[in-house]
């Protein structure tokens, strides 16, 4: 089992940028896919995006390509997320996972405790 915590997450105007740390530990890292996922207030969980294992080959959703990086540095055990150019919108509690990969949450596992991104307009 990984455990997961996140960091970075704070308040910024729109159009501002914020990078986020998802830190872990436990079982290897570099075996798992990593997901950013969000939720706002009164809303479900959502993908935001994933970064593979093994490849690095990473995936968007639509809402946030070109504004947002996924990227990991499996030496450090840490997954980032860089958002750049953000909206309103984007104001949410984000959380990382580990699993398999994919879009879904219930496919990942080690959930933090999330950290809070406000963005003002």
Do not use: H
């Not at 996140?6 to 075996?31: I, K």
């Not at 499996?74 to 104001?91: H, I, R």
């Not at 080690?110 to 307009?121: A, D, E, Y």
């Amino acid at each position: 089992q990984v455990q997961l915590v996140e960091s970075g997450g704070g308040l910024v105007q729109a159009g501002g940028s914020l990078r986020l740390s998802c830190a872990a530990s436990g079982r290897t890292f570099s075996s798992y896919a990593m997901g950013w996922f969000r939720q706002a207030p009164g809303k479900e969980r959502e993908f935001v995006a994933a970064i593979s294992w093994s490849t690095g080959a990473s995936y968007y959703r639509d809402s946030v390509k070109g504004r947002f990086t996924i990227s990991r540095d499996n030496a450090k055990n840490t997954a980032y997320l860089q958002m750049n150019s953000l909206k309103p919108e984007d104001t949410a509690v984000y959380y990382c996972g580990a699993g398999p990969g994919g879009t879904v949450a219930s496919r990942y596992g080690g959930w933090g405790q999330g950290t809070q991104v406000t963005v003002s307009s």
